[in-house]
């Protein structure tokens, strides 16, 4: 069970810490935390609150967003990459980044195009703000819309950009499968399946039984954008199930 500490408490810990966002299921939040728990890492978390100042999380990471992760007096990080790199380093094994250069190459890459600036994350989050926008901005989007930005004409990409990041994952997977790899690259898992599994509370939630979002907030995770309707192969849902099953909490907890 997931047991938060004070940032505090977190801060003044000599181990591993993580900050991660409380109350919705960040894909960046869900997937560090996964990551650390199937390479069996111990940690201490703490929360940080979505559109809250989080001052005393900011003040040590200088990041009012989540997740963040330390170990003993290194730098708080809060890129994907830089966590799924630290979590290598402390746990070889199970190793999430193929040992093959390419295949490495493209789980990076494919890392990217769901977590990464301009990815899949990246663009659902516009469509949220574009919804909350055309709503009337609340006090809880408000801050969140003032960090990260919106612009009209990169909202109404968005479906476009996520549909073709949609094709390209299935095709890879159909790619694997066909020759007897039932996951996205190299031989095993790796940190894609896991992005992929985590993103896709933001395409097509899992049920409340296991990801209890709040029921108001549902719809807003709930890609209806018919760009991305089309392009959502039944592989690709498929898949998440399978991998959610065999290495995400059940619940979810967030």
Known sequence: MLVYRTPAEIIGHDGLRIVLVRGVPSPWSQAAKTILEIKRLD???APLDV????????????QNSGPVVAWRDG?????????LLLAERLAPTPALLPADPLQRALAIGLGHEILG??????????QMFAMAVKAGVGARMAPLIDKYGFDADDS????????ATLRGLSTQLRAQQARGVPYFVGEGLSCVDIYWTSIMNMIVPLPAAQCPIREASR??????????V?????????????????????PMEF
């Open 75 to 83: 730098p708080p990080l809060n890129r994907w990459l830089d966590i």
């Open 117 to 126: 600036e301009g990815g899949i994350a990246w663009n659902r989050r516009l």
């Open 219 to 228: 719809p807003a995770f709930t890609a209806t954008d018919p760009q991305i």
């Open 51 to 62: 559109g809250a100042a989080n001052e005393e999380i900011v003040t040590w990471s200088g």
């Open 43 to 45: 940690y201490v978390a």
């Open 156 to 163: 109404a990409a968005a479906g476009a950009r996520i549909g």
């Open 230 to 250: 089309a392009a959502l192969d039944p592989i690709l849902v498929e898949h998440r199930d399978r991998i959610f099953k065999a290495h995400f909490r059940d």
